[in-house]
């Protein structure tokens, strides 16, 4: 037979096991919240508004011609000083790549990983930023890093198709 003091061990164990299961019901909808938050409050999802949507050369190409959006193509190399300004200045800007990805669909191009984009467009110089209508055929080319308010002109320039009647040269000057 249990001895008094064993019965109370029992009991006691008993109402502690029944008082975590009270309060893991209270603390669940708190764990469920936190989550929700995680979820909705991200980092990651509020940096992947900042960052540009690069494709292949070939995925641009066709949804190019299905959105009905042009091509901005970005040649680079690793050793390109240029190349990481414009990168570090200019696609960090968060305009510049709201625009970006919202009119435009973007390639970066490694001309030390394709040679063969690199022929095709006959790069011979990064950066260089190349503009192609939805028909993948060369709008305008620009060589070397361009400070972000020219940039800027850049992508008005095309995205607004102010290219088929005007040159870049005279809308820049306007």
């Known amino acids: 037979m249990p001895t008094q003091s064993e ?11 029944a008082d975590r299961k009270e309060k893991w019901i209270y603390f669940l909808p708190i764990c469920i919240a936190f989550v929700v938050c995680l979820l909705l409050g991200c980092p990651a999802r509020l940096c992947a508004a900042d960052t540009l949507n690069y494709l292949d050369y070939e995925t641009a190409l066709q949804k190019g011609k ?3 959006r042009p091509l901005f193509i970005f040649f680079t190399s690793p050793w390109c000083y240029q190349c990481t300004e414009m990168k570090r200045k200019v696609f960090q800007n968060k305009e510049i790549v709201s625009i970006l990805n919202e009119r435009f669909l973007l390639v970066e191009v490694d001309v030390s990983q394709n040679k063969k984009l690199k022929e095709d467009f006959r790069i011979y110089f990064t950066p260089t930023s190349l503009f192609l209508d939805i028909h993948g055929k060369p709008i305008i080319d620009v060589k070397g890093y361009i400070p972000t308010n020219r940039f800027r002109k850049l992508l008005r320039y095309v995205s607004e198709g102010l290219y088929k009647t005007t040159q870049f ?3 820049e000057n306007k």
Request: hydrophobic share 45%.
């Open 169 to 171: 040269s005279a809308f």
């Open 66 to 68: 299905e959105a009905q």
């Open 7 to 17: 019965c109370l061990l029992k009991k006691l164990s008993l109402c502690l096991s």
